[in-house]
């Protein structure tokens, strides 16, 4: 079964708007909460992380807003640029009977319009 | 500071080949080691972990299998290549299995 759903599958936005990219997860061993950003022909890159004991976390452009509640986090990106084009993972770690296991969404595919 | 190497970068076998993709990581040691498939415009598969030499685990059944038979050095392998194997492959390694992982550039396979 799916642990962590993510949204949308694509996203297209104009330079500089705001796109915003949305995982929700059902159970978790650990409240840490990984992006990965990968461009085409590329491995994943960590991008940024949450750790919940914050509802929010900035690392330049790159915003993560944590819903502990709600079990949701979501990953905004300010003034999008043409270079942030990519395709960008959540992850949620699971505990699993083989021990605790980080587990990635299925992805968005961003494009950053001129 | 620790890097990761896979090769080769891209790979054009029949069906029915033999495959082999090493993977290695440099400046650290005991890593976790996983093995992921990623077909086009699509999520992360995991298919093989290990947290030790000689330890394997497997995620899903399938054509392929792997080995680590050194502390840095995780192989993936199959005796006869399906055309379903085609796709992106990726290796990574990790601290723990609850720890960020940190891939490398995969390897692109088509089976003709």
């Known amino acids: 079964q799916q642990q962590v759903k993510q949204s949308p599958q694509s996203l297209i936005v104009q330079k500089g708007g705001i796109p915003i990219i949305n995982c929700a997860y059902e159970?978790?061993?650990?409240?840490?909460f990984p992006w990965y950003q990968q461009f085409p022909g590329k491995g994943p890159a960590l991008l940024i992380a949450?750790?919940?004991?914050?509802s929010e976390k900035k690392e330049g452009r790159f915003t993560i807003s944590f819903n502990k509640s709600a079990k949701q986090f979501s990953l905004h990106i300010m003034d999008s640029q043409p270079g942030d084009s990519a395709t960008y993972f959540c992850a949620v770690i699971i505990l699993t009977g083989g021990g605790n296991k980080l587990t990635f969404g299925t992805g968005t595919q961003l494009k950053v319009e001129l | 500071s620790q890097t990761i190497h896979q090769w080769p970068a891209t790979l054009v076998q029949p069906v029915g080949s033999p495959l082999s993709l090493e993977c290695t990581v440099e400046?650290?040691?005991?890593?976790?080691l996983y093995w992921y498939r990623q077909a086009a415009g699509r999520g992360l598969q995991l298919l093989f972990y290990s947290v030790g030499i000689g330890q394997i685990s497997s995620e899903v059944p399938q054509n392929l299998s792997a080995s680590r038979p050194q502390d840095r050095q995780f192989i993936l392998s199959s005796k006869k290549l399906l055309l379903s194997d085609s796709g992106f492959y990726l290796c990574a390694w990790s601290y723990g299995l609850d720890q960020p992982q940190h891939f490398g550039d995969g390897t692109r396979l088509s089976i003709l």
């Open positions: 949450i750790r919940p004991d914050v």
């Open positions: 400046g650290t040691s005991n890593p976790n």
């Open positions: 159970n978790t061993a650990f409240d840490y």
